[in-house]
């Protein structure tokens, strides 16, 4: 098996001819970029919602009489619905045109959006969390399925880097625009902002989306879905009650649930493999055939379980050891965000010259140096600023990381795989995020009941806490190095090599 660009490739589809290949097209046509363009705007709007709700969890609790624990679901519900619905995804995208799959996503978006805002109390406003989660499943493995259908190869790091922008840097403003926002309105602004950007998209997709490629037949397996909803569900929701049950919370219902997103997931694997023989799974995982796909995915996991981790444990840090605001706190958060979103496209242009390891290495190597800087220079007296420059080198390493390893690992999969591919990325990613929430939270929530029960002060108890679940993740991103190695560029070719 061979993924170097710089070898020949098997031509797939009988219309492309091998002397086409030097001469492949690098840029788009004027449809293909309106396409992407209206799709990375609205992606950006709908993951950016996945982490708003963090810093806005204490207003929450005090307008709608709600406990941390019972709060904390409006975004366990939005992590578990996306891990629910991700999975069959590849599926629906093979069956439905672009424009229908965009359609459908934000209209569950924006009718979830818009659930939200009007929201009485807290059962409606988790409603409304659940169905603008739907609509962003859908969103993001449209938008990598899309992308790797109508970009030249040539230039697909530089597509590729703006999907980076939406992936990491949504999430990672979500904070500090919720911050900005409920330090001058009520929480109800958090979606009555959003709501006219998603309908205008509505409006602009209904009237202007080209239909890219193009749907065919396929049956769909009841039964995988079943076990796809109990496989990731189960984990999810398993992974994000850790941290509850480390407060208290029923740890029998948590490791139940593991067990049985556990054994789901092994049933799934086994139901899409033979499945498979026939091109009928919901998943197809002959994409981990490739060895660049599956390393690919392994460090992606643990690039996710390294940001998210850092995105609930930053301003946990900030708010109950430095005794910073929700707006300072979210402005603290700021300039990482903006630094990965500038320097998304630049890196996309240097992957389509120079390929994934000159800049995943040094990428990861990034990342694992600000994780042990916070681990180790992040105490009760240190100064903000320290924050800001440990949050911002793990902002460039990250940068660096995720363009080359969503375009090379995608880029090794045979085209009528790409749905499927994104699917499992997405999957990855919000079973990967919830994993890291959970480590970190319940490392600090163990180290800081300990250390109270010492002693120390609710202060000095967190940022023992936030200490111990910084060094878990640095530990955590030392392998992401070595991995970072045996990523291969992605075929060149019109297609990936047939034995993938």
Not at 315 to 337: E, F, K, N, S
Not at 387 to 395: E, G, I
């Amino acid at each position: 098996m061979t993924d170097r660009t710089d070898q020949p490739t098997t031509v797939v589809e009988p219309s492309a001819r091998t002397s086409d290949a030097v001469e492949a097209p690098t840029t788009l046509s004027a449809r293909d970029r309106l396409a992407i363009a209206l799709l990375l705007v609205s992606t950006f709007v709908v993951i950016l919602n996945e982490t708003i709700m963090g810093v806005a969890l204490p207003r929450l609790m005090h307008d709608l009489d709600v406990t941390a624990s019972t709060a904390q679901w409006l975004t366990t519900a939005f992590l578990l619905t996306m891990a629910v619905v991700i999975p069959v995804t590849g599926f629906f995208l093979q069956r439905t045109t672009t424009r229908g799959a965009f359609l459908t996503a934000m209209s569950l978006f924006g009718l979830g959006t818009l659930i939200c805002a009007l929201a009485p109390g807290f059962p409606v406003l988790l409603a409304g969390r659940v169905v603008q989660a739907m609509g962003t499943a859908v969103m993001l493995p449209l938008l990598m399925t899309t992308v790797m259908t109508v970009t030249p190869p040539a230039s697909r790091g530089r597509t590729m880097g703006n999907i980076s922008i939406v992936i990491s840097v949504a999430p990672a403003l979500g904070p500090t625009i919720s911050g900005l926002i409920l330090s001058v309105l009520s929480w109800r602004w958090m979606f009555g902002l959003v709501l006219p950007i998603a309908a205008v998209a509505l409006v602009l997709g209904a009237l202007r989306l080209p239909n890219v490629t193009e749907p065919r037949q396929a049956r769909v397996d009841v039964l995988s879905v079943l076990l796809s909803a109990v496989a990731f569900g189960g984990l999810v929701f398993g992974l994000s009650s850790v941290g509850e049950a480390a407060h208290g919370g029923s740890r029998v219902v948590t490791a139940a649930t593991l067990l049985a997103g556990a054994a789901g997931l092994t049933l799934f694997v086994a139901r899409q493999v033979w499945l498979q023989r026939t091109d009928a799974a919901l998943l197809d995982l002959r994409t981990f055939r490739s060895r660049t796909f599956a390393v690919g995915v392994a460090m992606m996991a643990v690039m996710m379980m390294a940001l998210f981790g850092v995105i609930i444990m930053l301003p946990i840090y900030a708010q109950d050891v430095l005794g910073l605001d929700t707006l300072r706190t979210g402005l603290m958060l700021l300039p990482g965000g903006l630094l990965m979103g500038l320097l998304a496209p630049l890196v996309g242009r240097a992957y389509d010259k120079v390929g994934p390891r000159p800049l995943l290495v040094p990428g990861t190597i990034l990342v694992s140096t600000a994780t042990w800087g916070m681990a180790l220079l992040l105490g009760e007296g240190s100064a903000p600023w320290m924050v800001v420059v440990a949050h911002l080198t793990m902002s460039a390493g990250l940068a660096l990381v995720f363009t080359p390893l969503f375009t090379s690992a995608l880029g090794s999969v045979v085209p009528e795989r790409y749905s499927h591919g994104s699917a499992v990325i997405g999957t990855v990613q919000q079973v990967a995020g919830a994993a890291g929430t959970a480590l970190f939270v319940t490392v600090l929530s163990a180290t800081a009941a300990g250390l109270a029960a010492g002693g120390a002060s609710t202060a000095a108890a967190t940022a023992g806490g936030v200490h111990a679940a910084f060094l878990g993740g640095a530990l955590l991103t030392l392998p992401a190095i070595a991995a970072a190695f045996a990523v291969r560029p992605a075929p060149a070719g019109t297609a990936a090599p047939a034995h993938h």
